[in-house]
């Protein structure tokens, strides 16, 4: 509600002519210094998106008239940590990584740098402590399909596992016994595993099943089902599953097959970024 201005006779101050019940608002007037710094910041503000990079356009924004970028600002720190760190990064890209020293200052730089690397490209599927999980590959432990020798390593981490990008990537592949064996012999082949493996088994269908593992699974995983690191074939008589090893996991790893695919990274990172990430891994505990 609006009345006319009147003076308030207890402040000596104008009121701006509204009543809220009862309730009248004093016109008084800002300080001069608060509105002179106010102003102040509105043409700071102003001037700041001239300067600095700010307005936005089609594709990216104005670049500012003082050129200012963080991400050149970035780029040149790193340039600079890279300009100090080249003489370790190229000796490391030019090891024998199996006589690399451990007291070597380049195994140390190796290793420290192979942990960022990690985090940045492998821990999404291995995990940030390189655990693993169903499916991608525990790196502490000392059960390596393909070998956990520093080269074995560097051959896997450059080239990748079945993959169709590198010529040279590892390859293995499990047929799907689904069209090859009838259901009761699967049933009997994956009593025969859980036997091997030390597990609670159908005893009287591992017997019928030692004879269908012999002819069908022993080619790759030996005849002892100790797997074979020449053929990426897992060794089926510990307690390291890649997929599960209760009865069902088995099952459907017989029945259906698995086929992992890990990226070769021979083309994305540097080679010093490849030995480093080798040593990191390796160093975990679980290299051979």
Known sequence: ?????????????????????GIRELNTPLPR??????????????????????????????PGLLGYSTRGEVAAEIAAVDARNAELAGRLASADLATLARDDPAYHFGVAGGAAVFRANCSQCHGAGAAGAPGYPNLL???????????????????????????????????????????????????????????DNDAALAAIGQDIFADNCSSCHGAAGRGDQQQGAPDLTDAIWLYG?????????????????????????????????????????GGE
């Open 245 to 285: 090893g209760d009865r069902d996991a088995l099952t459907h790893t017989v029945r259906y097959a698995r086929f992992g695919v890990m990226p070769p990274w021979g083309g994305r990172l540097s080679e010093d970024e490849i030995k480093a990430v080798t040593l990191y891994v390796h160093q975990l505990g």
């Open 1 to 21: 509600m609006s009345n006319p201005a009147e003076h308030d006779p207890v402040t000596g101050t104008d009121t701006t002519g509204h009543d809220w019940d």
């Open 141 to 199: 432990d000392d059960a390596w399909l393909w070998g956990g020798t520093p080269e074995a390593i560097e051959y896997t981490v450059r080239h990748g596992i079945r993959n169709e990008t590198d010529e040279d990537a590892r390859w293995s592949e499990m047929p799907a016994f689904k069209d090859i064996l009838e259901k009761t012999d699967i049933t009997a082949v994956v009593e025969y595993v859980l036997s091997i493996s030390q597990q």
């Open 33 to 62: 210094w608060w509105l002179w710094t106010f102003y102040l910041t509105i043409f700071w503000g102003i001037g700041y998106t001239f300067a600095y990079p700010a307005w936005p356009l089609l594709q990216g924004a104005t």
